[in-house]
Structure formats: structure tokens, C-alpha cells
């Protein structure tokens, strides 16, 4: 048997606009959607959650409402490349969401070659690591 998880609130729906109104500058709408998620490791029990989507600069975001009050999210760009934030789940919406705009843009600078604060002189000379040590991949 599957649960169901209530709706987001026209206040959760709101807050999260606004976090995107402020991160693009310009007015976004995330699509209301449902998932359906194993919440309980040790059951096979399928949750179906709400679910906000939104794609922007080639990332595609979810954000999953499991519970009154808790909320899952991750990014990702195809299906064997997708990220999480390296929580579990939040119980602050805003939180869940800034975390999860700041890591995608964090990866983003980093696949681009950028480096937060870093210089040529941060860097070992002769460095050849081309390997990306970014967020947690899920």
C-alpha cells in the first residue's frame, strides 16, 4: 500500500518563487509534480510525495515534500549525473532550497574551471588533477 504526503501550502509555493525570483532575477514558476519515493529503507513501501521541478542554466532541480515540515532535494543534468546536497533531508524549506541552488552553482563554477578563492598560487605547481571534487553525487 502507498501513502501520500500532503500538498505544499500556498506558503511553502511562495517561498520557494521568491528564493528563485531572487537566485535567476527574473520570475519562476516551478511545476507541481509527484514522486514516488522509498522513505523506509527496511520496507519496499512506495511514498508519493509533491514535488516542485524547475530546470535553469542546464540543471533540472527537484524538491520533494516527504512529511509535514521535511523535504528532500537534489539536482542533475542527465540521469546518471545527478547530485544531492550531502543532506539527507531538510526540515527548513528555505534552507533545503538555498543549500540546494548554492551546491548547484557551486558545481557548476567548478566544471567550469572555477575555483571559489582559489589563485594559480593556491595550486601545486605542475598541477595535472583534473578530477572534480565537488558535491556528493547520488
Do not use: N
Not at 507541481?32 to 532541480?61: I, M, N, Q
Not at 541552488?101 to 572555477?114: F, P, T, Y
Request: with cysteine; aromatic share 8%.
Amino acid at each position: 500500500m502507498d501513502t501520500t504526503v500532503s500538498d505544499f501550502t500556498g506558503q511553502e509555493l511562495e517561498l520557494v518563487a521568491e528564493l528563485l525570483q531572487q537566485r535567476y532575477s527574473k520570475h519562476m514558476s516551478p511545476e507541481l509534480a509527484d514522486s514516488e519515493l522509498k522513505l523506509d529503507p527496511a520496507s519496499d513501501e512506495l511514498t508519493v510525495c509533491p514535488t516542485l521541478y524547475w530546470s535553469e542554466r542546464g540543471a533540472h532541480f527537484v524538491l520533494c515534500k516527504i512529511a509535514q515540515g521535511r523535504y528532500k532535494c537534489q539536482f542533475f543534468y542527465a540521469d546518471a549525473d545527478q547530485y544531492g546536497t550531502g543532506h539527507d533531508e531538510y526540515t527548513d524549506l528555505r534552507r533545503c532550497v538555498l543549500t540546494l541552488l548554492r551546491v548547484q552553482a557551486d558545481h557548476a563554477s567548478q566544471s567550469a574551471g572555477i575555483s571559489s578563492g582559489a589563485t594559480a598560487i593556491d595550486l601545486p605547481a605542475g598541477s595535472t588533477d583534473d578530477d572534480y571534487h565537488g558535491p556528493l553525487v547520488i
